[in-house]
């Protein structure tokens, strides 16, 4: 394009030689190379942007999850999965949160102290919060001991007789002497006239060997270390023990949706006979991984993936973690399910191009407009120079019909002189991409035949007899002075 140019506006105006011969300055940067820039720079920002975009969004996230009482199966599983995220550098990250127990959990989650909570599905669950999945499902255990010696009392082998009786329940969390009380009214017995005695976990066979109560209640897992320890104890103690049936399950179950009917297996709880002899018939709850409803359906959805995904590797040091199915996704699900479970339960998880195509495909189009209507307006800022140059090259053509009318060549220097400048002029608006390429050779057109018209009329005034050359002219003055 330089050579191009030379050659372009390579007639010198003064002697009518080419300027390729003699050297020339260096030409202006083309309005092509400065576009070419401008693309370029466009095109890394919007790179630049979208790598960002990317990085924003695919950053890792760390959700609190409340999780209680301390020591409990409960704490080290969610450790574990805390654990297991990090290491495999997943999407979602775990922060876990100790809390006294289920019932904290869900306040701390109530109160949006946290983003996820462990909680019982028979406690009251916070309005905000949705299912993401069931962590295990707990049995209650109902049995009772003969006892010894004078607190030895009459057998007792049905609900209905607790009575005037003592039951000891396992575990100081008030959600098992309402669980206790729920099975009490259904049967008509009034839980005023059932002396309850509470004690933790860890006292159960002390307390059992105490003989503290005459029957006991234990809520976990049906394999439940706790409750296969306090069984054993009573057996230990005083000989195999009565489990109690609840027959009224299905009646539970439809009047507390919360609970559902379940049974025993034969042989649970081992020993010989076996603990229990036969299948007996209870009712079961859930311990649910809930979610605070403002938490993003995508960032769900990815926690979701990663505990399933990660559930078969936490088999061998934490079985637990095999009870964990995904959530109720029915729309009368005692818990709603949060809408980022359901898009990974159904198959409708969304991938990184589903969630933000839109608002790529918005970004260009906006990014387009921005740079039509910025043409546009640079194009409106050139206007005025356009016009300009437009009106120069009109005065060019005038200066043709002027030259070859010239008497004098003092008056063709001065239009040799202001064609320098028009040509300038010219050139300075190409550059600034005010004119185009089609527009310079047209002007390029108009200063040859401006060039012909004051070579010629300087032939004609040289030959003219009566009108001698002005530097002949210059030379006789000289003389005579």
Known sequence: MKLSLKRLFGRSMTGGLDLAETPSPPSP???????????????????????????????PVALKIAVGPPNSDDIKVVQALTQAFSQNKSYVRLRPIQTDGATASAEALAEGKVDLAIVRGDVDVPKNAQAVATLRKNVVVLWSVPGKGKKKGAKITKI?????????????????????????????????????????????????KAQKADAYLAAGPVNSKITSDAIAASTKDFGAPTFLAIDWADAIAQ???????????????????DR????????????????????????IAAFTRQLFAVRQQLVTEFPL??????????????????????????GEEKTFLDRYSDYI?????????????????????????????????????????????????????????????ILRDTLRCYDHGAIEEGALTAF??????????????????????????RAGAQFRAAGNA
């Open 444 to 469: 390029n057109i108009v200063l040859d035949q401006f060039h012909a018209a004051i070579a010629d009329r300087k032939a004609v005034l040289f030959s003219m007899p009566q009108n001698p050359p």
């Open 160 to 208: 209905a007789q607790l009575a005037g009786h003592r039951v000891g329940v396992v575990g100081r969390t008030q959600a098992n002497v309402n669980l206790l009380k729920v099975i009490l009214q259904q049967y008509g017995v009034d839980p005023a006239k059932v002396e309850i005695i509470q004690f933790p976990a860890n006292e159960a066979a002390e307390a059992i």
């Open 255 to 273: 009047n507390h949706p919360v609970y559902e009917a379940s049974e025993i297996p034969a042989g649970t709880y081992g020993g010989s006979p």
């Open 29 to 59: 940067r083309s309005a092509a190379r400065k576009t070419a820039l401008v693309s370029l720079a466009l095109v890394l920002a919007i790179v630049g942007a979208l790598a960002g975009g990317y990085y924003f969004a695919m950053r």
């Open 321 to 346: 973690a095999a009870k964990i199915e995904t959530p109720d996704t029915d729309k009368d699900a005692v818990i709603p399910v949060h809408p980022g479970a359901a898009a990974f339960v159904d």
């Open 276 to 299: 229990p002899e036969d299948e007996v018939k209870t009712i079961s709850f859930a311990h649910h991984i809930v979610a605070r409803k403002g938490v993003s359906e995508t960032t």
């Open 361 to 421: 495909w918005w970004t260009l189009m906006a990014l387009s407009a921005m740079g039509s209507i910025g043409a546009w307006f640079a194009g409106y800022l050139k206007k005025d120079e356009r016009d300009n140059n437009s009106h120069l090259r009109d005065r060019l053509l005038d200066m043709i019909a002027a030259a070859r009318k010239s008497e004098t060549m003092e008056a063709l220097d001065q239009m040799q002189t202001e064609a320098d400048e």
